[in-house]
């Protein structure tokens, strides 16, 4: 069987959107209404013909409206195989009536907890007729269809439905129950248990778009948010112009955003990152100054990349920006002269984030490896002045601890081993990803050096620097290439079991070296 003349419906709806033109829409097919409380009273209310649930199952909405549908008039039309002659008889001798179509969406849980109700209210929230109806109908989709989506109420409209209309909203039917029953397995493990890493996890994510291709074109990809969020950040933002974004794009674009973000409350700042490390990050007194600073650390590398910024973009550094090609800018927002500017790149994508993310948020991060999941908490240490500890005879400057404290939070994000210079409230040099420290310390350095050549400058800014690394010096080696680079102060974990060599290195050679006590690998 394929067509099915909807012969009689059952509506009950949380969200009201559609519905009474819907229910007009039905009627004029000469469709049987049936429905329950709040959603009775709308169509009703829309000149509607409504027959209600009670008046089916002849027993009353009972218990605070927990107890209405859950009955065999309800189940038995809906779960009913039509074409079975046992069900016909079973039908027949119990008076249950068939049920072609139902439109269900469910009590409003993630709403409810969204909006910090209390626990009561939360429980009170989750359905269960609801689900109980659209996985009924969804199961039955050779005789029943099943809305779960106002966004799909056209298809059942016309007072008939097709077979393949039906798997599909049978398919997304199953899915939304799923993703309901994730959101309530969530609240009760991470909520009201309080539990870290429960035993079982169901996470219940809703494709928001398809991506141009994978990391690399012969791969396919998308973007998921939580189920029942706009998401946040990168994920939310609004693009204004440009091509459709790549799953790279996505990645550098969160790697961007994500450290700029550790600067929101700070001096205009300016992040620009590729293969999602950063190349180059910087402050200033306005935003073209942060962008030309950040630029002149790796000039060659920001070609093509991803620039992020902490304030609403404006004219004046769009045009800087426009100097070379990039891929995507995101920013807060922009005025009217930068979109202007931007307008005139048609292969620039300019994403609005709105809101900044907080860097402080606890939350899960999740990466796959082969058969399975690794999830932790994200990385939300923060340092402050007040953490650190002073371990060499020569304590730093004020310049020198605020340099420390910025190559710090730039390190945060960069892939380990990092090794971070500053000066100035700009990046000098970024080493990242090597096998070992000191590797990364050489790159940078020389990244310094090559950075002063195309710039004209006389010296590298690595001369006078403070120097990050993401981990402890296991030897003085990484230190010692960070003093041949011209740094003058060091911040690090510590930790080693040579750290009283490294200590001893760092006085020899003049410099004032912090502790943080925390260490920020980045893989």
Same mark, same amino acid.
């Given at each position: 069987?394929?067509?099915?003349?909807?012969?009689?419906?059952?509506?009950?709806?949380?969200?009201?959107?559609?519905?009474?033109?819907?229910? +007009?829409?039905?009627?004029?097919?000469?469709?049987?209404?049936?429905?329950?409380?709040?959603?009775?009273?709308?169509?009703?209310?829309?000149?509607?013909?409504?027959?209600?649930?009670? #008046?089916?199952?002849?027993?009353?909405?009972?218990?605070?409206?927990?107890?209405?549908?859950?009955?065999?008039?309800?189940?038995?039309?809906?779960?009913?195989?039509?074409?079975?002659?046992?069900?016909?008889?079973?039908?027949? #001798?119990?008076?249950?009536?068939?049920?072609?179509?139902?439109?269900?969406?469910?009590?409003?849980?993630?709403?409810?907890?969204? +909006?910090?109700?209390?626990?009561?209210?939360?429980?009170?929230?989750?359905?269960?007729?609801?689900?109980?109806?659209?996985?009924?109908?969804?199961?039955?989709?050779?005789?029943? $269809?099943?809305?779960?989506?106002?966004?799909?109420?056209?298809?059942?409209?016309?007072?008939?439905?097709?077979? #393949?209309?039906? +798997?599909?909203?049978?398919?997304?039917?199953?899915?939304?129950?799923?993703?309901?029953?994730? $959101?309530?397995?969530?609240?009760?493990?991470?909520?009201?248990?309080?539990?870290?890493?429960?035993?079982?996890?169901?996470?219940?994510?809703?494709?928001?778009?398809?991506?141009?291709?994978?990391?690399?074109?012969?791969?396919?990809?998308?973007?998921?948010?939580?189920?029942?969020?706009?998401?946040?950040?990168?994920?939310?933002?609004?693009?204004?112009?440009?091509?459709?974004?790549?799953?790279?794009?996505?990645?550098?674009?969160?790697?961007?955003?994500?450290?700029?973000?550790?600067?929101?409350?700070?001096?205009?700042?300016?992040?620009?990152?590729?293969?999602?490390?950063?190349?180059?990050?910087?402050?200033?007194?306005?935003?073209?100054?942060?962008?030309?600073?950040?630029?002149?650390?790796?000039?060659?590398?920001?070609?093509?990349?991803?620039?992020?910024?902490?304030?609403?973009?404006? =004219?004046?550094?769009?045009?800087?920006?426009?100097?070379?090609?990039?891929?995507?800018?995101?920013?807060?927002?922009?005025?009217?002269?930068?979109? %202007?500017?931007? %307008?005139?790149?048609?292969?620039?994508?300019?994403?609005?984030?709105?809101?900044?993310?907080?860097?402080?948020?606890?939350?899960?991060?999740?990466?796959?490896?082969?058969?399975?999941?690794?999830?932790?908490?994200?990385?939300? =240490?923060?340092?402050?002045?007040?953490?650190?500890?002073?371990?060499?005879?020569?304590?730093?400057? #004020?310049?020198?601890? $605020?340099?420390?404290?910025?190559?710090?939070?730039?390190?945060?994000?960069?892939?380990?081993? %990092?090794?971070?210079?500053?000066?100035?409230?700009?990046?000098?040099?970024?080493?990242?990803?090597?096998?070992?420290?000191?590797?990364?310390?050489?790159?940078?350095?020389?990244?310094?050096?090559?950075?002063?050549?195309?710039a004209g400058w006389s010296e590298p800014r690595t001369i006078g620097s403070a120097v990050a690394s993401d981990a402890f010096f296991p030897f003085a080696d990484g230190l010692l290439t960070a003093v041949e680079a011209g740094a003058t102060a060091v911040i690090q974990p510590g930790g080693s079991i040579r750290d009283a060599d490294v200590i001893a290195a760092a006085d020899e050679a003049g410099l004032a070296m912090v502790f943080t006590g925390m260490r920020h690998f980045r893989h």
């Open positions: 069987m394929t067509d099915i003349k909807i012969r009689r419906a059952l509506l009950s709806v949380s969200d009201k959107t559609g519905l009474a033109d819907l229910g +007009k829409a039905l009627a004029a097919q000469g469709v049987e209404l049936v429905s329950t409380g709040g959603t009775a009273k709308a169509l009703r209310e829309a000149g509607l013909d409504v027959r209600d649930v009670s #008046d089916l199952t002849g027993f009353p909405e009972m218990m605070d409206g927990r107890v209405k549908t859950l009955h065999p008039m309800v189940h038995g039309g809906l779960l009913a195989v039509r074409d079975d002659p046992a069900h016909a008889q079973a039908m027949a #001798d119990h008076g249950i009536g068939a049920i072609d179509l139902v439109v269900v969406n469910l009590y409003p849980f993630q709403a409810t907890v969204a +909006k910090g109700a209390g626990r009561d209210e939360v429980i009170e929230n989750i359905d269960i007729g609801g689900p109980s109806m659209v996985r009924s109908a969804a199961k039955n989709h050779a005789f029943v $269809a099943i809305v779960t989506d106002p966004a799909d109420y056209a298809l059942v409209a016309t007072g008939s439905t097709d077979l #393949d209309d039906r +798997k599909r909203l049978a398919a997304k039917a199953f899915a939304s129950t799923a993703a309901y029953d994730s $959101a309530i397995a969530g609240w009760f493990a991470h909520v009201d248990q309080g539990e870290r890493f429960p035993t079982n996890v169901a996470i219940a994510m809703t494709k928001k778009a398809d991506v141009r291709y994978g990391e690399n074109p012969h791969q396919m990809g998308a973007l998921y948010v939580p189920a029942g969020s706009p998401g946040m950040g990168i994920a939310a933002a609004v693009q204004l112009q440009g091509k459709e974004l790549s799953y790279n794009n996505y990645n550098d674009a969160d790697a961007a955003l994500e450290l700029v973000s550790e600067f929101r409350d700070g001096p205009p700042t300016v992040v620009i990152v590729k293969h999602a490390n950063p190349c180059g990050v910087a402050t200033g007194a306005t935003l073209v100054e942060a962008y030309e600073a950040a630029l002149a650390c790796d000039s060659v590398s920001a070609f093509g990349g991803i620039i992020a910024v902490n304030r609403p973009l404006d =004219g004046p550094t769009a045009e800087a920006i426009s100097g070379i090609f990039t891929e995507v800018v995101a920013a807060p927002d922009a005025d009217d002269a930068a979109k %202007a500017v931007f %307008a005139r790149k048609k292969n620039l994508r300019l994403l609005l984030t709105g809101a900044l993310p907080d860097p402080a948020r606890k939350a899960k991060a999740m990466k796959s490896i082969a058969g399975g999941f690794l999830v932790q908490s994200r990385d939300f =240490g923060i340092v402050t002045e007040a953490d650190l500890k002073v371990v060499t005879k020569r304590a730093p400057t #004020d310049a020198e601890l $605020a340099d420390c404290l910025f190559a710090w939070t730039v390190a945060k994000h960069v892939k380990s081993n %990092a090794i971070v210079y500053a000066r100035d409230g700009s990046t000098a040099g970024i080493g990242a990803g090597q096998m070992n420290r000191m590797e990364s310390a050489r790159i940078a350095a020389w990244k310094a050096k090559d950075a002063a050549a195309k």
